[in-house]
Structures are given as structure tokens and as C-alpha cells.
């Protein structure tokens, strides 16, 4: 594919100067030019051509990498309204980090928009607009949902590893952000959408302007958008925790209701297995100080804690883009960009699963709400007040720089120098978590006032708690009554506001000088030559109640710290052959950087690739490339934080490995890696105590993560090869084949709870048991850490296949059709370089982190007849494996694979969604576009394995069809 960059400018440090540069540029380009008049050929030596992942100017744009390119009017031509809607729909991207269907996803990178190419994780993509690093937060994650759409020319994606060129973090490839450039007139856009069942709205709205003469140009885009979130229980594969099939209270449903329950009371019979009584729970409108009106707790009384969750967040983000420039004289030019964003996300889930036994924090025997008159432990669902989180994120952007050329023995050489600083502010509100505090008094002991009130606090002068309210958690949901949850001041002392802050600060100074050396017989011998100086710097706060361990919340503590990068490049480009018998063209690309950081040390990486025309129409390319990503501030010094984390122990002898898999049970019962011994019948119980009807199931003890100061960075090698051919005999057909092999070595990554346990008991590595504790007696795993660690390898082949063919037919119109395909032969990952050690395969494979698609295609077939045109585009995905949760629709239930053993799988069919678009353009420069996407309102297959989601359906599947609108009018 061919295409054009215009060089890169730098970027300013301070606000307050690009303010200024700003008016001035204004001015000038605005201004008419009373002065010398500027040599016209003077834009056109500026504008070099380059292509991302090399940096030499080129008059032949083909490279040996291979890049895919989204044009405006591709983008004009589909139904999304982000960069991050319009990347993941590649073939070549991976599950969506953090989707918008992930709704107990917690920390500072909820909330934004991330793409994943290769499915090697968000932090192996890098980012670049304008060919300049987009701000990073402290984990590394650069938020693509900073960039208003409304600004953006294209948007090229290098499928290569590039940090000969970029440096660190482009293992799996670059996304390429290009802004509008000498925009002249102006624009503006209005989109308005929803779901057919009438939710999820979404508007866009968009205004550009811009001018440009031979001094200068300047350009102003500005964007205001608003996603309404979408309910679970507004959809029948999400409105229960296990999906349509098993919509009842034994499948997922919390024993932690909102009705409440006294835990080991004497309501129903003893049971000697567990040496306990029942939970016990009110009977709905009867006294609750009257033990009599108690019963054993029923499956019924259950909650479903998906009917308070969204299914798709909520987003509002209103963006600014300024971009500049101003001829200074015939071979110089200052160039400025400015972006404003403020990004809003919305998250709610069920309130709070509150269990006093956690907490330490009984409803007292001296409260006057107990109907038994001694300590009692309990458990209660904050149903009234369910949890929130609101994501603010703030992002300034600026660069600023001078670029230009000059002369040196008759060839000419392009250079620029420039400074970047870009900084993003973050505040997050969470509202639903209780306050420890205020839980221990509000259920400590309490008593009737002479006003008829339930006051904190014993009776007497100077005994009463002032400020504080009582709480009856054994009240049901619904019920009235003194102490009930749904008392507006008992919510306010209950559950205060808690704010999250974090700060990230990225500064780069570069310079960089392009040109040619000296002619050899096939060509000229270009040169790239350059150094960088790279700040990263950054703050998370978690709020002091959560740091204190005083809140329900996930504990965390303060992520804080900065490194400093310096590197220097050298890229030479070498013709070999030209027109030649089988050597139209041969050509060499070699590059290498040397990076030191302040943190770790230095690196040196290298790049060679080679391009060769055999005949004009087939252009033969490959590469070699070395990469490297360096830990993260928050992989580095990133504190510790918690979670309830979702896993199903390979032990359980009826849902785990251990069923069906003799070496996996045998290994739970002989208490293998050091961990207790286990009964053959051994069951994991999930919160509350309760058995687990479900699977993955979410553990009733708080696990802990963390970051690691002794990490070093992962190293990676990319190899391509590929093709292109462009028959004579078939005008407006190019074909093109690429195949791609990643290796990561000594790979920085979060264990998860669930890899632990597999390496432990199915892949027999005892160093992986030393992690977790069990309790002796009942085998619950009650603790855990699963922190950072540079790991074994991670490995991944496929090939990227595409189709594009533009032809006309009288009378009927134009005609373009694109079928890009991408096969994955394999994704790997080995946990550490014990020989021992298996390999566990990830590919066509659906678990708790996301899936990996063996086959993703699309399909785009595009009409345009004079003023009217349509697009029609099929996005195919290939069918899933995951671990059988329910043995009644377990389909391969002998599946046995080297590194599980046996381990029963379930499989399910492909999927194919179906986008369609019908535009007009009107005799007053006006487009009306109309479309739907997901047209058949497809459903892609139940998932109980949950990935990139929180419910039981893929996080980047359609969740219903959409109907869309859309309007640009251009002055």
C-alpha cells in the first residue's frame, strides 16, 4: 500500500509558550504577505516523504514492512465514532484491553480505550501521532480515545517490530495517528445512534477549520461525544451471571444478598459435615428483632448482582485539536500542534457483597437491632446503593519545532528539532464501598431514644456516638424500618465519596537530519541519523481509606516514580540492483539504536529488511528486527493493590482438571508443591463459603498483586516475509501475503490466580504451588499473590492475507472491494526456561483474559454512482475453545492437549457480523449517511469463561444491532 507522512515537527514544554506561538502563527497565516515572496518550491522541500518505520525520505513509499493503511473515507464510510472502535475491527488486533463490557475491571487504566495488534498485549503496541509518542500512563498504556476522530487524515499501522526506529514498547507493532494537514474551508459532523432496543445512544458532534497560504496554514478541530452505557439486564445473553441457559440461583448468583442473613444461627438444622448452622434471613415483613421470624436461607433469596451492572459503559469526551505552521524563510519552517482532551467513563456494579467475618466488624450484642443479644456475624448486599466509579482524564498535548533543509555537495538533507510534553490528570470517584469506620460504629452497639429514633451508642449523657447513624443489615431490601439501608442519611454515613488521583508526564526533546550520501549504480544511498532525550513521569494516589485498609474498596497503595531514557539512531537504505532481468529492484534497509536508561542500563537494537522486484509486477519484502520493552513506572515501583479474583481450582474434583485428569488429582492429593493434601471429593467455595455452582467462581478471600523493582525488560525478535502483486491483466487488483513470527523472551507480565494454579497442578511445576496458601482443614485457597515477573518466552506466528480490487462498469458505477484475512498458527506462552516446563497454547482459545481468533477476515465491498454510494462490510471470527463449566454442554469432553492432559472442552461456532452504509451527497456540499451495524442483529456464542468481559459474552462481540445517522455539511 502506498502512502505519504509529512516529517515530524517537535513538541513545547509549556502552555503558557504555545499559547503564545499560537496568536502569533495565527496572525501570519491569516495575514496577507507584504514581504519578499516565498520560493515555491519551498512546501513541497518541506513536506518529505516518509513512511512509517523508517525515517529516510523516499520517492518510492513501498518498504519492506508491511503496513495497513485506514484513509479518511474509510473512516467516513463506517459506523464508529472512536480511533479505538475503527482499530479494533483490524484483523490484525487482538481482544480489547479493558473493554467497555468489563465492568469490575478496577484502577487507573479503567476508563480508557487501548488496542492490542498481534494480541501480545496493549503495552507491546505503540503509539504515535504524527510519528511522536502519544502520553503514556504509569502502567505504560497509551489511551487512543485522547484523539478527536475529526482531526485525524489516516491512520497507518505498522505490522512490524520497529525499535530500531521508535524504541521501546513497538514489539508488536505502531499505530500511526496522521492529522489533517493544510485544511483549507470548513467542516462540521453530526452523528446520532442506538441500539434497536432503544439504549446505548450515542452523538458526535464535530467542527474543523482551517487555512492555508504560501506563509503558513492552520487548522482548529474541535469534538463533543456522548455514549449512553447499556444495561445487563437489558440483554438476555448478560442479564444472568451464566448466560440464557442457566438463568437460576444455582448458576452464579451471589449468596450475598439484599435481604441479609445471620451466618451459624440456629434458624434450621445442624450439619455435621460442616459443623455450622444455615445462614438465616428475615422473613419478608415480619419483626426482625424476633429471632422466631427467621429462616434458613434459600436459593431464591439469592441475588443476581448482573441486574445492577452495565453491559457497556458509559462515555463522555469533549477534544480539541490545534495544528500550525509557518514558512520562516525558503528552507525553514516552525511547526506547532496543541490537543486538549476531557474523557469521562461511567462504571456501576452491584453494591458492595458486605460480610462482617472479613472486616472484623459483628452487628453488635448490644445493638438494639440484634434479635439474638450476642455478637453475630452476618452478611448483606449494599443493594441501595450500588457501586460507582466516574473516570475523569485530562490530557494536554503540545509539540513544537523547526524543521527545514539545506544543501551540502549538491544533495539535499532534511532536518528538524523539536520538544514534545504531554500530561495527563486523572480523578476518579467511586461511590458504594463502605467505610469501615462508619460500618463499626453504625453496627455497634445502639439504643431507642426517648424521640422514638434508634441513636449510636449507649444510653446515658456523653455515651451517644454523635454523627453517626444505626444500621440493621439483617433488614431486607425493600422492607422499611429503623436502620434500613434505604435511609437517606444512614447512605451519606455509610458510603462517603472516594477519590482516586494520578498524574503522568512525558517529555521529549529530538532532533533528527535525513538525506542521501552518495549515488551507487542502482540509486542513492540514504541516511537517517538522530538522538532523543525521553522523561516518563508519573503518580497514582489510590484515596487514603483505601491505602488505609479502611474501605470495602480493593486496597492499594501509591504507584510513584520516573525514569530517563537517551538514544541515538542510524538508518541507512542501500539500492543493489535496478532494472535488471529478475531484479527490477533490490534494496536494503539496516538500522540500529542504542538506548540508555537511567533505571536499568543500556540496549542496543537492530533492524534489516530487504526489498526486491523480481518484474514490475511482484515486490518480494522481509525483515529482520531486534526489540525490547523496559519496565513501566508501575511495574517497577507500583506498590500493592487487591482483588476478588474469578478462578476455577484445578482440584475440584467435579468442574477442575482434577476430574477426569489422574496426574492433576493426583497431585491435589498428595498436597503437591508443598500445599496441604486434599480429599478426592474436594469442592471450591466461593463467597460466602458456598459452594461454587459456576465457573470461572469469584474467591470470598481478597488476593494480592503487586509490582517488582527487580524486573528487566523483556527482549523480542520479529522476522516478516511477504508479497505483493499487482497483475497486468487485471487493472485496480493488488494482492498481498505476509507472514510474521514473534518471539518474547524474559517477558514482563501479571501472573494471573488462574495460571498459578494451571502451572501448579497441570503443568507440575512445584516452584508455581509456593504462592497461594490453603486452608488445611477445609483446602479454600485463602491468600494469594500473583504479582509481576519477568517469565519464561512468549512466541506467536500467523500470516496477514489481503485482497484489493477498484473497478468501474458503465452506467453502474464504481466499484471497490478489500478482503483483508489473518491466520494465526500458533500463540504460545512458557512460564519460565525450566526444560520441565510445558508449553501452554493459547490459540483458538477463550479464558478469562480475552480469546485469541485462529481466523479473523473482513470483507468490505464499496459503490459509488455520482451523488449516491453504499458500503457493505462482513467482520468474520473463527470458533473458541474454553474449559467446560457445565458438563451438559461440554462437547468434547475427551479433549486431551500436552499441556493440561485430559481437559474437557467445549467448542463453539464461528461468528459473522454484517455493517451497512448508504450515503448521499447533496448539491449543497452536504452528506447524509445512513447505516446499521450488526444489519442481521447477530449474537455471537455464550462464553462462560467470560473474556475481555464481565459476563458471559466476548467483550469485543456486537451486543445488538445499531442504526446510526450521520450528517457533514463542508463550507
Same mark, same amino acid.
Given at each position: 500500500?502506498?502512502?505519504?507522512?509529512?516529517?515530524?515537527?517537535?513538541?513545547?514544554?509549556?502552555?503558557?509558550?504555545?499559547?503564545?506561538?499560537?496568536?502569533?502563527?495565527?496572525?501570519?497565516?491569516?495575514?496577507?504577505?507584504?514581504?519578499?515572496?516565498?520560493?515555491?518550491?519551498?512546501?513541497?522541500?518541506?513536506?518529505?516523504?516518509?513512511?512509517?518505520?523508517?525515517?529516510?525520505?523516499?520517492?518510492?513509499?513501498?518498504?519492506?514492512?508491511?503496513?495497513?493503511?485506514?484513509?479518511?473515507?474509510?473512516?467516513?464510510?463506517?459506523?464508529?465514532?472512536?480511533?479505538?472502535?475503527?482499530?479494533?475491527?483490524?484483523?490484525?488486533?487482538?481482544?480489547?484491553?479493558?473493554?467497555?463490557?468489563?465492568?469490575?475491571?478496577?484502577?487507573?487504566?479503567?476508563?480508557?480505550?487501548?488496542?492490542? #495488534?498481534?494480541?501480545?498485549?496493549?503495552?507491546?503496541?505503540?503509539?504515535?501521532?504524527?510519528?511522536?509518542?502519544?502520553?503514556?500512563?504509569?502502567?505504560?498504556?497509551?489511551?487512543?480515545?485522547?484523539?478527536?476522530?475529526?482531526?485525524?487524515?489516516?491512520?497507518?499501522?505498522?505490522?512490524?517490530?520497529?525499535?530500531?526506529?521508535?524504541?521501546?514498547?513497538?514489539?508488536?507493532?505502531?499505530?500511526?495517528?496522521?492529522?489533517?494537514?493544510?485544511?483549507?474551508?470548513?467542516?462540521?459532523?453530526?452523528?446520532?445512534?442506538?441500539?434497536?432496543?432503544?439504549?446505548?445512544?450515542?452523538?458526535?458532534?464535530?467542527?474543523?477549520?482551517?487555512?492555508?497560504?504560501?506563509?503558513?496554514?492552520?487548522?482548529?478541530?474541535?469534538?463533543?461525544?456522548?455514549?449512553?452505557?447499556?444495561?445487563?439486564?437489558?440483554?438476555?445473553?448478560?442479564?444472568?451471571?451464566?448466560?440464557?441457559? =442457566?438463568?437460576?440461583?444455582?448458576?452464579?448468583?451471589?449468596?450475598?444478598?439484599?435481604?441479609?442473613?445471620?451466618?451459624?444461627?440456629?434458624?434450621?438444622?445442624?450439619?455435621?459435615?460442616?459443623?455450622?448452622?444455615?445462614?438465616?434471613?428475615?422473613?419478608?415483613?415480619?419483626?426482625?428483632?424476633?429471632?422466631?421470624?427467621?429462616?434458613?436461607?434459600? #436459593?431464591?433469596?439469592?441475588?443476581?448482582?448482573?441486574?445492577?451492572?452495565?453491559?457497556?459503559?458509559?462515555?463522555?469526551?469533549?477534544?480539541?485539536?490545534?495544528?500550525?505552521?509557518?514558512?520562516?524563510?525558503?528552507?525553514?519552517?516552525?511547526?506547532? *500542534? %496543541?490537543?486538549?482532551?476531557?474523557?469521562?467513563?461511567?462504571?456501576?456494579?452491584?453494591?458492595?457483597?458486605?460480610?462482617?467475618?472479613?472486616?472484623?466488624?459483628?452487628?453488635?450484642?448490644?445493638?438494639?437491632?440484634?434479635?439474638?443479644?450476642?455478637?453475630?456475624?452476618?452478611?448483606?448486599?449494599?443493594?441501595?446503593?450500588?457501586?460507582?466509579?466516574?473516570?475523569?482524564?485530562?490530557?494536554?498535548?503540545?509539540?513544537?519545532?523547526?524543521?527545514?533543509?539545506?544543501?551540502?555537495?549538491?544533495?539535499?538533507?532534511?532536518?528538524?528539532?523539536?520538544?514534545?510534553?504531554?500530561?495527563?490528570?486523572?480523578?476518579?470517584?467511586?461511590?458504594?464501598?463502605?467505610?469501615?469506620?462508619?460500618?463499626?460504629?453504625?453496627?455497634?452497639?445502639? %439504643?431507642?431514644?426517648?424521640?422514638?429514633?434508634? =441513636?449510636?451508642?449507649?444510653?446515658?449523657?456523653?455515651?451517644?456516638?454523635?454523627?453517626?447513624?444505626?444500621?440493621?443489615?439483617?433488614?431486607?431490601?425493600?422492607?422499611?424500618?429503623?436502620?434500613?439501608?434505604?435511609?437517606?442519611?444512614?447512605?451519606?454515613?455509610?458510603?462517603?465519596?472516594?477519590?482516586?488521583?494520578?498524574?503522568?508526564?512525558?517529555?521529549?526533546?529530538?532532533?533528527?537530519?535525513?538525506?542521501?550520501?552518495?549515488?551507487?549504480?542502482?540509486?542513492?544511498?540514504?541516511?537517517?541519523?538522530?538522538?532523543?532525550?525521553?522523561?516518563?513521569?508519573?503518580?497514582?494516589?489510590? *484515596?487514603?481509606?483505601?491505602?488505609?485498609?479502611?474501605?470495602?474498596?480493593?486496597?492499594?497503595?501509591?504507584?510513584?516514580?520516573?525514569?530517563?531514557?537517551?538514544?541515538?539512531?542510524?538508518?541507512?537504505?542501500?539500492?543493489?540492483?535496478?532494472?535488471?532481468?529478475?531484479?527490477?529492484?533490490?534494496?536494503?534497509?539496516?538500522?540500529?539504536?542504542?538506548?540508555?536508561?537511567?533505571?536499568?542500563?543500556?540496549?542496543?537494537?537492530?533492524?534489516?529488511? %530487504?526489498?526486491?522486484?523480481?518484474?514490475?509486477?511482484?515486490?518480494?519484502?522481509?525483515?529482520?528486527?531486534?526489540?525490547?520493552?523496559?519496565?513501566?513506572?508501575?511495574? #517497577?515501583?507500583?506498590?500493592?493493590?487487591?482483588?476478588?479474583?474469578?478462578?476455577?481450582?484445578?482440584?475440584?474434583?467435579?468442574?477442575?482438571?482434577?476430574?477426569?485428569?489422574?496426574?492433576?488429582?493426583?497431585?491435589?492429593?498428595?498436597?503437591?508443591?508443598?500445599?496441604?493434601?486434599?480429599?478426592?471429593?474436594?469442592?471450591?467455595?466461593?463467597?460466602?463459603?458456598?459452594?461454587?455452582?459456576?465457573?470461572?467462581?469469584?474467591?470470598?478471600?481478597?488476593?494480592?498483586?503487586?509490582?517488582?523493582?527487580?524486573?528487566?525488560?523483556?527482549?523480542?525478535?520479529?522476522?516478516?516475509?511477504?508479497?505483493?502483486?499487482?497483475?497486468?491483466?487485471?487493472?485496480?487488483?493488488?494482492?498481498?501475503?505476509?507472514?510474521?513470527?514473534?518471539?518474547?523472551?524474559?517477558?514482563?507480565?501479571?501472573?494471573?490466580?488462574?495460571?498459578?494454579?494451571?502451572?501448579?497442578?497441570?503443568?507440575?511445576?512445584?516452584?508455581?504451588?509456593?504462592?497461594?496458601?490453603?486452608?488445611?482443614?477445609?483446602?479454600?485457597?485463602?491468600?494469594?499473590?500473583?504479582?509481576?515477573?519477568?517469565?519464561?518466552?512468549?512466541?506467536?506466528?500467523?500470516?496477514?492475507?489481503?485482497?484489493?480490487?477498484?473497478?468501474?462498469?458503465?452506467?453502474?458505477?464504481?466499484?471497490?472491494?478489500?478482503?483483508?484475512?489473518?491466520?494465526?498458527?500458533?500463540?504460545?506462552?512458557?512460564?519460565?526456561?525450566?526444560?520441565?516446563?510445558?508449553?501452554?497454547?493459547?490459540?483458538?482459545?477463550?479464558?478469562?483474559?480475552?480469546?485469541?481468533?485462529?481466523?479473523?477476515?473482513?470483507?468490505?465491498?464499496?459503490?459509488?454512482?455520482?451523488?449516491?454510494?453504499?458500503?457493505?462490510?462482513?467482520?468474520?471470527?473463527?470458533?473458541?475453545?474454553?474449559?467446560?463449566?457445565?458438563?451438559?454442554?461440554?462437547?468434547?469432553?475427551?479433549?486431551?492437549?500436552?499441556?493440561?492432559?485430559?481437559?474437557?472442552?467445549? =467448542?463453539?461456532?464461528?461468528?459473522?457480523?454484517?455493517?451497512?452504509?448508504?450515503?448521499?451527497?447533496?448539491?449543497?456540499?452536504?452528506?447524509?449517511?445512513?447505516?446499521?451495524?450488526?444489519?442481521?442483529?447477530?449474537?455471537?456464542?455464550? #462464553?462462560?469463561?467470560?473474556?475481555?468481559?464481565?459476563?458471559?459474552?466476548?467483550?469485543?462481540?456486537?451486543?445488538?444491532?445499531?442504526?446510526?445517522?450521520?450528517?457533514?455539511?463542508?463550507?
Amino acid at each position: 500500500m502506498r502512502y505519504r507522512t509529512l516529517s515530524r515537527g517537535g513538541e513545547l514544554r509549556r502552555s503558557a509558550l504555545v499559547s503564545a506561538i499560537f496568536l502569533s502563527l495565527s496572525g501570519a497565516a491569516f495575514a496577507q504577505d507584504s514581504g519578499s515572496q516565498t520560493n515555491p518550491e519551498h512546501a513541497k522541500r518541506l513536506e518529505t516523504v516518509t513512511v512509517t518505520g523508517s525515517r529516510i525520505p523516499r520517492v518510492d513509499v513501498e518498504t519492506s514492512q508491511p503496513v495497513v493503511v485506514i484513509d479518511r473515507t474509510q473512516i467516513d464510510n463506517q459506523g464508529f465514532t472512536s480511533v479505538a472502535d475503527i482499530l479494533q475491527n483490524l484483523t490484525e488486533v487482538g481482544s480489547p484491553p479493558i473493554s467497555r463490557a468489563s465492568a469490575l475491571s478496577s484502577g487507573e487504566d479503567v476508563g480508557g480505550y487501548y488496542v492490542d #495488534l498481534r494480541n501480545l498485549g496493549p503495552e507491546r503496541t505503540l503509539i504515535l501521532v504524527n510519528g511522536k509518542r502519544l502520553g503514556a500512563n504509569t502502567t505504560g498504556l497509551q489511551d487512543l480515545g485522547q484523539i478527536p476522530v475529526s482531526s485525524i487524515e489516516r491512520i497507518e499501522v505498522l505490522k512490524d517490530g520497529a525499535s530500531s526506529i521508535y524504541g521501546s514498547d513497538a514489539i508488536a507493532g505502531v499505530v500511526n495517528v496522521i492529522t489533517r494537514s493544510n485544511f483549507t474551508g470548513a467542516e462540521a459532523k453530526a452523528y446520532v445512534g442506538e441500539y434497536e432496543q432503544g439504549d446505548g445512544k450515542k452523538q458526535s458532534y464535530d467542527f474543523t477549520l482551517g487555512t492555508a497560504n504560501e506563509r503558513g496554514s492552520i487548522m482548529v478541530s474541535a469534538q463533543y461525544q456522548k455514549e449512553d452505557p447499556v444495561w445487563a439486564k437489558d440483554r438476555e445473553f448478560s442479564a444472568f451471571p451464566s448466560g440464557p441457559n =442457566h438463568p437460576g440461583p444455582t448458576d452464579g448468583w451471589s449468596a450475598i444478598s439484599q435481604y441479609g442473613y445471620i451466618v451459624n444461627a440456629p434458624c434450621g438444622p445442624y450439619n455435621p459435615t460442616t459443623k455450622s448452622y444455615p445462614n438465616c434471613t428475615l422473613t419478608p415483613g415480619s419483626d426482625p428483632r424476633k429471632f422466631a421470624n427467621y429462616h434458613s436461607l434459600t #436459593l431464591d433469596e439469592y441475588a443476581n448482582s448482573n441486574q445492577q451492572m452495565m453491559l457497556q459503559t458509559g462515555l463522555e469526551k469533549t477534544s480539541l485539536f490545534v495544528a500550525g505552521k509557518y514558512n520562516l524563510g525558503d528552507n525553514i519552517a516552525f511547526k506547532t *500542534d %496543541f490537543l486538549y482532551n476531557k474523557r469521562i467513563t461511567l462504571q456501576q456494579i452491584a453494591g458492595y457483597p458486605y460480610q462482617s467475618r472479613a472486616f472484623d466488624t459483628p452487628l453488635s450484642g448490644d445493638s438494639y437491632f440484634n434479635p439474638l443479644g450476642k455478637d453475630l456475624n452476618f452478611g448483606r448486599r449494599g443493594w441501595e446503593v450500588p457501586r460507582t466509579t466516574d473516570s475523569e482524564l485530562e490530557t494536554y498535548r503540545w509539540t513544537a519545532g523547526f524543521e527545514g533543509y539545506f544543501d551540502l555537495g549538491g544533495r539535499t538533507w532534511n532536518w528538524d528539532v523539536g520538544a514534545m510534553t504531554n500530561r495527563n490528570n486523572m480523578l476518579k470517584t467511586n461511590h458504594g464501598d463502605f467505610n469501615l469506620v462508619a460500618a463499626e460504629n453504625a453496627l455497634g452497639p445502639s %439504643f431507642l431514644g426517648a424521640d422514638g429514633k434508634v =441513636h449510636c451508642g449507649k444510653p446515658g449523657v456523653g455515651n451517644e456516638i454523635i454523627g453517626c447513624v444505626p444500621w440493621n443489615p439483617l433488614l431486607p431490601y425493600g422492607q422499611a424500618g429503623a436502620g434500613s439501608l434505604a435511609n437517606a442519611d444512614l447512605q451519606a454515613f455509610l458510603f462517603p465519596e472516594y477519590h482516586d488521583t494520578g498524574k503522568t508526564t512525558t517529555v521529549d526533546y529530538s532532533a533528527n537530519m535525513a538525506g542521501t550520501l552518495f549515488s551507487l549504480p542502482a540509486g542513492d544511498l540514504g541516511l537517517a541519523a538522530g538522538v532523543e532525550h525521553r522523561e516518563e513521569e508519573g503518580r497514582f494516589v489510590p *484515596d487514603a481509606f483505601r491505602q488505609a485498609g479502611l474501605s470495602s474498596g480493593l486496597p492499594a497503595t501509591t504507584t510513584s516514580g520516573k525514569y530517563r531514557v537517551n538514544e541515538a539512531y542510524l538508518e541507512l537504505d542501500a539500492p543493489l540492483l535496478r532494472d535488471m532481468t529478475m531484479a527490477r529492484e533490490l534494496s536494503v534497509n539496516i538500522a540500529t539504536r542504542y538506548s540508555d536508561y537511567d533505571n536499568f542500563g543500556s540496549t542496543t537494537n537492530s533492524k534489516f529488511g %530487504f526489498k526486491w522486484k523480481p518484474f514490475d509486477e511482484l515486490l518480494v519484502r522481509g525483515s529482520w528486527a531486534q526489540g525490547f520493552r523496559a519496565p513501566t513506572i508501575s511495574d #517497577l515501583y507500583g506498590g500493592t493493590g487487591g482483588s476478588f479474583s474469578y478462578y476455577t481450582d484445578p482440584c475440584d474434583a467435579k468442574r477442575g482438571s482434577a476430574a477426569g485428569n489422574a496426574p492433576v488429582a493426583a497431585r491435589c492429593g498428595a498436597g503437591f508443591g508443598g500445599q496441604p493434601a486434599l480429599a478426592a471429593n474436594f469442592r471450591q467455595l466461593g463467597q460466602g463459603g458456598v459452594l461454587c455452582t459456576t465457573y470461572p467462581c469469584q474467591t470470598g478471600y481478597q488476593f494480592t498483586n503487586g509490582s517488582n523493582a527487580n524486573l528487566t525488560p523483556e527482549t523480542a525478535t520479529t522476522r516478516t516475509l511477504g508479497l505483493i502483486y499487482n497483475p497486468h491483466y487485471v487493472e485496480g487488483l493488488d494482492v498481498s501475503l505476509d507472514w510474521y513470527k514473534i518471539d518474547i523472551k524474559n517477558v514482563i507480565a501479571t501472573d494471573s490466580v488462574q495460571n498459578i494454579l494451571d502451572d501448579c497442578y497441570s503443568g507440575g511445576i512445584a516452584s508455581r504451588c509456593t504462592g497461594f496458601h490453603r486452608d488445611p482443614s477445609t483446602g479454600v485457597i485463602t491468600s494469594m499473590y500473583y504479582g509481576l515477573t519477568n517469565k519464561g518466552w512468549q512466541k506467536t506466528e500467523g500470516y496477514d492475507f489481503g485482497v484489493n480490487y477498484r473497478f468501474s462498469i458503465a452506467s453502474v458505477g464504481q466499484f471497490a472491494a478489500r478482503w483483508n484475512t489473518t491466520y494465526i498458527d500458533y500463540l504460545d506462552i512458557k512460564a519460565d526456561d525450566n526444560p520441565a516446563t510445558k508449553v501452554q497454547p493459547f490459540n483458538g482459545i477463550a479464558n478469562s483474559a480475552g480469546v485469541n481468533f485462529r481466523v479473523r477476515s473482513n470483507l468490505t465491498l464499496d459503490w459509488t454512482r455520482g451523488i449516491f454510494g453504499a458500503t457493505w462490510t462482513m467482520r468474520y471470527y473463527s470458533g473458541l475453545a474454553e474449559k467446560c463449566s457445565y458438563m451438559t454442554e461440554c462437547n468434547d469432553p475427551n479433549h486431551v492437549d500436552a499441556f493440561n492432559g485430559a481437559q474437557p472442552m467445549r =467448542h463453539v461456532a464461528t461468528t459473522t457480523f454484517n455493517d451497512v452504509q448508504f450515503r448521499w451527497n447533496m448539491p449543497w456540499k452536504g452528506i447524509i449517511s445512513v447505516g446499521a451495524n450488526n444489519v442481521f442483529d447477530k449474537q455471537g456464542p455464550i #462464553l462462560y469463561t467470560k473474556p475481555a468481559s464481565s459476563f458471559a459474552y466476548y467483550g469485543g462481540f456486537d451486543i445488538g444491532r445499531f442504526y446510526y445517522l450521520k450528517y457533514t455539511q463542508r463550507f
